[in-house]
């Protein structure tokens, strides 16, 4: 297996394209090492190496998402930058709990954009019900379930994480993957 | 189109629907009131037209503020699988996440 994996350079960004080859090499080497191969198993830990890198790019994400739907929520600067970001601050550290890792951070970060777009999708569903043709309701509900599916999928991973235990750590902080049991 | 000639002269205006899957033409009349229906359909069918405008911008900016959540979705569930297979878990038939048995590679 050819290994493509660079020196890490934590300053350096990510660019778009670059997140898209990691995480498609990623996936790649995911699906050989659950057949059992080994070497895509220490494939997986290398590519990993990056996830400092990766993760913040990821956190940025989810930042840009987070403000696009709290601009369509509402035109308040007060709701805009005060409320609904404490609120969702309020959420994220719950979810993530006491010394979360950064895996777990990504996954707090995760529910809860997921939660933020389902409920947009809900209320504007809900203010729009009686102005909508039949192809709009129906493209609303195939939407509402796909985020619905989306959230309910994040918060399976964040429990699975936590299930397996603190063995499971993407150990970014010291640029090292940690996977001992 | 909309306006037919008739035999003995003038013209008369005419719909075409679909009425259980079969064309068929209604005719309206001629004169002004021909021409106040043909008005009437036209408005209406620019009404659609802006509708179905205002559809498709709000479902293009409903997919724009959903792509950037999918991507962090994708990304994070990709990265929180590889944590759990580089410390040896392996799916289940898509399902439970299990510790692969055996020696493990350190």
């Known amino acids: ?181 | 189109m909309p306006w037919e000639k008739r035999e003995r002269g003038g013209f008369y205006y005419t719909r075409t629907k679909k009425v259980n899957g079969k064309v068929v033409r209604e005719y309206v009349g001629g004169g002004i009131l021909g021409e106040l229906a043909a008005r009437l359909d036209a408005l209406e069918r620019n009404q659609q037209k802006e509708e179905a405008a205002a559809w498709k911008e709000e479902r293009e900016q409903m997919e724009a503020l959903e792509a950037p959540v999918e991507e962090l979705c994708e990304a994070a569930e990709t990265l929180a699988k590889a944590a759990l297979v580089a410390d040896g878990y392996h799916q289940h038939k898509r399902g439970e996440w299990r510790k692969r048995r055996g020696k493990q590679d350190s």
Do not use: F
Not at chain 1, 104 to 109: M, S
Not at chain 1, 110 to 126: F, G, H, N, P
Not at chain 1, 157 to 167: H, N, Y
């Open chain 1, 1 to 181: 297996m050819e290994n493509k994996t660079h020196e890490i350079d934590e300053h350096e960004t990510v660019t778009p394209a670059r997140r898209r080859e990691l995480l498609d090499e990623l996936r790649g080497c995911i699906e050989q090492a659950q057949d059992g191969d080994k070497e895509a198993r220490s494939k997986v830990r290398e590519v990993l190496k990056e996830a400092l890198r990766l993760a913040r790019t990821l956190i940025d994400l989810a930042d840009t998402a987070e403000r696009s739907v709290i601009k369509r929520i509402s035109d308040d600067p007060l709701v805009q930058e005060e409320v609904l970001p404490s609120q969702l601050r309020a959420m994220r550290e719950e979810l993530a709990g006491p010394e979360p890792s950064p895996l777990e951070k990504l996954l707090a970060e995760r529910i809860v954009a997921c939660w933020l777009q389902l409920q947009y999708a809900d209320t504007v569903y809900a203010q729009n019900l009686d102005k909508m043709n039949m192809v709009q309701s129906e493209y609303h509900q195939r939407r509402l379930d796909r985020l619905q599916r989306r959230y309910l999928s994040s918060i399976k991973m964040l429990a699975q994480i936590r299930k397996v235990g603190p063995a499971v750590q993407i150990n970014i902080a010291e640029k090292q993957v940690n996977t001992a049991s």
